[in-house]
Each structure stands twice: as C-alpha cells, then as structure tokens.
Nanobody, 123 residues
Framework: QVRLVESGGGLVQAGGSLRLSCAASGRTFNRYVMGWFRQAPGKEREFVAA????????YASDSVKGRFTISRDNAKSTVYLQINSLRPEDTAVYYCTADELTSTIIRGRSDYWGQGTQVTVSS
C-alpha cells in the first residue's frame, strides 16, 4: 500500500510558476514509477508526466513539454512537478499517482492516487 499526499497548489497569475510536491509513504518509494495527471472542470483526467524509478527516463504530454518538469528525490520519497509559464488552461486539480509499470501510469490505470491539489491560473 502506498499513500500519496500532494501539496503546492494555489492561485497564480498567468505566466507564473508553481512547484507541486507529492510525498509518498508506505512501501519502498523507488519501486514505483511516479506520475502526474490533471483534471480540469468538466473534462476527463489527462496524463501530464511520468518518471522512471531512478529518474533517468521521463515521459510527458505534448501539451506540457517545455513548461512542465517532473523530478523525484528517492531519499525523500517525493516527486515534484515544476510548472512554468502557467496559462489559464492549466487550471485543474493535479493528481499524483504511483505504479510499478510505466504503461499503467500513462494509461491512468494505477492503483495509487493522491487526493489532488488545486491549481488555478488567473488571466
């Protein structure tokens, strides 16, 4: 069992930046591929980014490449999402997720999810 707790969301003006954090507890953190999803009002949850066990491989949605950066600190059992050049369309609840398989993460089928953190971007 893995427990995930996100933090770092908030209200920010367009063009600003945020760093989201997701702290994991429970089973060994470096056994899990970690990912971020987001869900905007009235829309389906969408994949944002994922990072491999060691952090050497990163997968990101085309819509966020160049602006969002995922990273992890295995010593702190934490995964981060640095979001730059925020746009109003980035407004969403951002969720952290964990799984042993990258494919499961990207398809949004992982068993472990955090409660989400709200990011609101004003124009």
């Amino acid at each position: 069992q893995v427990r995930l707790v996100e933090s770092g969301g908030g209200l920010v003006q367009a063009g600003g930046s945020l760093r989201l954090s997701c702290a994991a507890s429970g089973r060994t953190f470096n056994r899990y591929v970690m990912g971020w999803f987001r869900q905007a009002p009235g829309k389906e949850r969408e994949f944002v980014a994922a990072i491999s066990l060691s952090g050497s491989k990163i997968y990101a949605s085309d819509s966020v490449k160049g602006r969002f950066t995922i990273s992890r600190d295995n010593a702190k059992s934490t995964v981060y999402l640095q979001i730059n050049s925020l746009r109003p369309e980035d407004t969403a609840v951002y969720y952290c997720t964990a799984d042993e398989l990258t494919s499961t993460i990207i398809r949004g089928r992982s068993d472990y999810w955090g409660q989400g953190t709200q990011v609101t971007v004003s124009s």
